[in-house]
Structure formats: C-alpha cells, structure tokens
C-alpha cells in the first residue's frame, strides 16, 4: 500500500516568513495529493491540492509542488500570519482512497 | 451549506459497552468515509461507501468495529464491544465524484 511521509513535524516562523513543508510517498500510481489544515477540535479542512499530471499549482499565499519522478511534493505557505497556525496533513493516493501524513505543526509567531 | 455532521461530538462510556457514531454527508454527495485519528498512528481510513454500497473496508480494524449506510444521508460507525484502545477521535468525511473530501469536526471517544 502507499506510504506517505511528512516532514519536519514541528515547525516555528515569524510572522511574515515563508513556510515550507514537505512531504514523500511510495506508491508511482497515487495520483492525487491534497493538503489538508487541522484547527484545535475540529476536522481537517481541505487548503489546496494538486493532481499528478501538473507539476505546482497556487493559490494566493499557498503553493503546492509535485516531483513525480522523486516522489515528492511540498506545500509552501508565504506571508505568514498568526491565523496560519494549525496542523498541516499532506495526503497522497486517489480521491477514494487516501493515505496521510503524520502532520506538521506550525506556530507562526507575531 | 452546511457541512458534514457528526454526532455526539463526545462520548465516554465503559469498556465492554456499545458505540454508535453517526454522520449526515453533505447533501449529493456520493462518497462518505469513516476515519480514526490518534497520536500514535495518525489519521487512517477505515471503510468508505459509494452510493451506500461499502467499498473497502480493508482498514476497519477488527469484527468489532462495523459500519453501515442504510441511506443518502446516513451513516453509522458501531463498536461492540468497545474496548480502551479504541478512544480516539472519529472522523466522517464525504465527497462527490472525483472531487475532494469534506471532513466532519469528528467524534472524541473515551473509553474507560
């Protein structure tokens, strides 16, 4: 089955910095990756995702890149605001089965 | 719109009792999934449904644990008997065809 990934677990920013978060996966036929942000007692919530036939896709101060080839894709963040501050899930696989990411906690600081 | 709902969004009961968690999709949506999140093993799939029918139920963790969709806009996740190591927040999530996963604010079980 696909393996997914997720590094680094904790991050730390200043308000204003760029966040990077990367992640890998296993399986060459996932072809869906979503990102997903988790807010303390609620539910993840779908921030941006991308297909495996386009290589970055963005939206305003959110980007996501894929690397078919290494298996890998990152989900970066710039400008960051304190409202930011979540925990950020990649995802790889299809729309009907995904496998997730441990997560990655990041704390933007004012 | 609203989103999908879950119910009770907690619940503490005693080893040993049964567990019914129940989730209302986003209307026409087709897909509807259960997930299981802890801090050990993250966020993981246990069934999903497409058009009410389960479609793989490989990450439902053992006989206990069942689930059921009688219609379009229901779903049940039951755990009988439930056990401690089952206390963990469930989530529902569902989505329409080849589109993303919307996800529930989750059920946190507790079982003592």
């Known amino acids: 089955g696909e393996n997914v990934e997720q590094h680094p677990s904790t991050l730390s920013v200043q308000e204003g910095d760029s966040a990077v978060i990367k992640c890998t996966y296993s399986?060459?036929?996932?072809?869906?990756f979503p990102w997903y942000k988790q807010e303390l007692g609620k539910g993840p919530q779908l921030i941006i995702d991308i297909r495996s036939n386009v290589g970055e896709k963005k939206d305003q101060r959110i980007a996501v890149t894929l690397n078919k080839t290494a298996k890998h894709f990152s989900l970066h963040i710039t400008e960051t605001q304190p409202e930011d501050s979540a925990v950020y899930f990649c995802?790889?696989?299809?729309?009907?089965?995904?496998?997730f990411g441990k997560g990655t906690l990041l704390t933007v600081n004012p | 719109d609203a989103g999908v709902i879950q119910s009770p969004r907690h619940e503490v009961t005693e080893m040993g009792q049964e567990v019914t968690l129940r989730c209302k999709p986003i209307s026409g949506h087709n897909s509807l999934f259960w997930y299981r999140q802890t801090m050990m093993r993250g966020l993981e799939l246990l069934i999903y449904?497409?058009?009410?029918?389960?479609?793989?139920d490989s990450g439902m963790p053992e006989d206990r644990f069942s689930a059921k969709m009688p219609n379009a806009s229901f779903s049940t996740l039951k755990i009988q008997p439930s056990e401690p190591r089952d206390s963990a927040v469930y989530f529902c999530?569902?989505?329409?065809?080849?589109?993303?996963?919307?996800f529930g604010d989750g059920t946190r079980l507790s079982i003592l």
């Open positions: 999530a569902s989505s329409s065809t080849n589109q993303p996963q919307h």
């Open positions: 399986d060459s036929a996932s072809n869906y």
């Open positions: 995802a790889g696989g299809s729309n009907y089965k995904l496998t």
């Open positions: 449904f497409n058009n009410n029918v389960p479609i793989d």
